[in-house]
């Protein structure tokens, strides 16, 4: 069952030819869409191997693999919206562990998803690694937040090993 343009109103960006890219962080660029599957959990991931950001001392560029999990509500974020969000950090100063943290909230707040994660594994600068890890959960998701943070420590501890 193929969408109708009523469905695909809200997504503005997709197929737009007139794309531009924004210079600044710009979280009001992400755009949603209905989830015709509600019935039930399953997972979207997405993979954001080019993720940039800055230093927010030292204006150095940071870079990263971001990768986001989350079961949907409602609503879903629209992919292209989500491509040119992520581009807006390249002139972001934050650290790694803020850069992570605001992604999810601001995709909680447009989303209001059942389950939400986003780890962030940065290239090493000054000699160390960085990968933070941010969820977050409804109610009925708690117990997933836990198990989820939980293998992320694990993983965490074989992405170091020696």
């Known amino acids: 069952m193929s969408r109708n343009n009523d469905e695909l109103a809200g997504c503005t960006l997709l197929g737009n030819q ?3 890219y924004p210079t600044d962080y710009a979280p009001e660029v992400l755009e949603t869409f209905v989830n015709k599957h509600p019935e039930g959990d399953y ?6 191997p080019e993720f940039t950001s800055l230093c927010p001392k030292t204006g150095q560029p940071d870079f990263a693999r971001i990768i986001i999990n989350y079961i949907p509500g409602e609503l879903m974020v629209e992919s292209k919206s989500l491509k040119l969000y992520l581009f807006s950090f390249r002139n972001h100063g934050d650290f790694h562990e803020d850069c992570v943290n605001i992604i999810m909230k601001d995709l909680v707040r447009l989303m209001q998803p059942r389950y939400l994660e986003v780890l962030g594994v940065f290239t090493p600068r000054g000699g160390i690694s960085i990968y933070p890890f941010a969820s977050y959960a409804d109610g009925d998701h708690e117990a997933l937040k836990q198990a989820r943070l939980l ?5 965490s501890a074989n992405l170091c090993k020696i």
């Open 18 to 20: 007139g794309t531009k």
């Open 43 to 48: 997972l979207v991931t997405f993979n954001c």
């Open 151 to 155: 293998a992320a420590f694990n993983q």
